[in-house]
């Protein structure tokens, strides 16, 4: 044989071996794309918790072989995009998440904002995307692709009140919040509506704008003057911490009332916030065999890192899109939204769920007290439906 032919027949068996290797097919996947924060100051709270969190239910879930789907293992993959802390950064997340990388279903953002530009792009596209913890009622309203994991804003007031009025005994509230912010607002007018029906009384409410020069005194030197026993603040941790500590050094001794939106963690260790009761989507010592095995599975993997929130949320959003699928036999679309929206009780890393063929899953909300150094549970309380 000739040395040219020698290598025709080598190329050619060459060829018919890379042809052989395109033909073979790809293992099948189930794609989920995170979207997130994760770099700046949003990240240590929200976004890194998120990616480590989802990234611990993936390992978990390919370990056993990944997600049986029609009778057919898929690996699960995880693709995330990173966003700005902007609504318009979102959505572009989420397009090049559909439109680049074929996601089958969608993960975050956290923040409620974000969640609202990034689940209009899922609803145009028809891709599920899963909420972990955007509470705001806009998130889901009047969509058929998005459900969230946290509460809805709202339930925080109905908690807060309940707890206020039958087990701290109080009468009397002031209330101090952002004027342009839908999310103190709809926890406000709750909180007002149920502590007046069992028969407290809202004594004051003071606004404040986000861009206000200095600290709202004024408002709360007016709130003062009405002698309430509770303020309540569904603000920020920039802003509660210094509301709170202008209170204390204008001698306010009543009770403070705080949302999920104060960073427990961040505050911890100041002397003004002891006694504070805030309220959390999750709590971190509770003993239900959901939050204790997913400790547990942290603990091996992230030693050195303290589990957050968002973490044991984005956990039981791919923990949930994986049932989903089981269950709808699809790895995408409105049946395998219409399979997590209807697969009643899951008890969760981040909470116990009961969903009920909505995107806004039953759950409670927690109430914490804060300590110089620790968060203490008080109760959980069940939404009143």
């Known amino acids: 044989m000739t040395r040219g032919r020698r290598l025709s027949v080598r190329a050619l068996a060459t060829c018919t071996l890379l042809l052989s290797a395109c033909d073979a097919k790809a293992p099948p996947e189930l794609r989920v794309g995170l979207i997130g924060v994760f770099d700046g100051a949003a990240s240590s709270s929200s976004g890194m918790p998120a990616r480590l969190g989802a990234q611990l239910a993936v390992d978990e879930l390919n370990a056993v072989g990944g997600v049986l789907i029609d009778g057919v293992l898929h690996r699960v993959r995880l693709i995330d995009r990173e966003t700005a802390n902007r609504p318009d950064a979102a959505a572009a997340a989420a397009r090049a998440l559909v439109n680049l990388d074929s996601v089958d279903v969608l993960v975050g953002p956290q923040f409620s904002a974000l969640a609202l530009a990034a689940g209009a792009v899922a609803e145009v596209s028809q891709i599920p995307l899963v909420a972990p913890m955007a509470s705001s009622p806009s998130v889901t ?12 804003d709202a339930d925080q007031g109905d908690a807060l009140a309940r707890f206020a009025h039958d087990t701290l005994g109080l009468r009397r509230a002031g209330v101090l919040y952002n004027a342009a912010s839908d999310y103190g607002r709809g926890i406000i007018e709750l909180f007002g509506r149920t502590f007046t029906a ?23 030197m007016r709130l003062l003057a009405q002698q309430p026993d509770a303020i309540v603040l569904p603000n920020f941790s920039v802003r509660d911490s210094s509301q709170v500590r202008i209170l204390r050094t204008a001698g306010f001794r009543g009770q403070l ?6 960073d427990a963690i961040a505050l911890r260790g100041r002397e003004y916030v002891t006694g504070s009761i805030v309220v959390g989507n999750w709590d971190r010592s509770s003993t239900r065999p959901g939050v204790l095995s997913f400790l547990q599975r942290w603990k091996v993997r992230h030693a050195e890192v303290q589990p957050r929130a968002t973490a044991a949320a984005t956990y039981d959003a791919l923990r949930l899109i994986a049932r989903a699928a089981e269950q709808a036999k699809v790895k995408s679309g409105l049946p395998l939204v219409r399979a997590l929206q209807n697969g009643g009780t899951f008890d969760g890393a981040f909470a116990r769920y009961q969903f009920n063929g909505t995107g806004n899953p039953i759950r409670g909300a927690t ?19």
Do not use: C, H, K
């Open 367 to 385: 109430l914490l007290e804060m300590r110089r150094d620790s968060l203490v549970f008080r109760v959980t309380l069940d939404p009143r439906r």
């Open 141 to 152: 309203a009047n969509r058929a692709f998005v459900t969230r994991l946290a509460f809805l």
């Open 257 to 262: 009332l705080g949302s999920d939106a104060w």
């Open 198 to 220: 069992l028969g407290g009384r809202i004594v004051g409410t003071e606004q404040y704008n986000i861009d206000d020069p200095g600290d709202q005194q004024p408002q709360i």
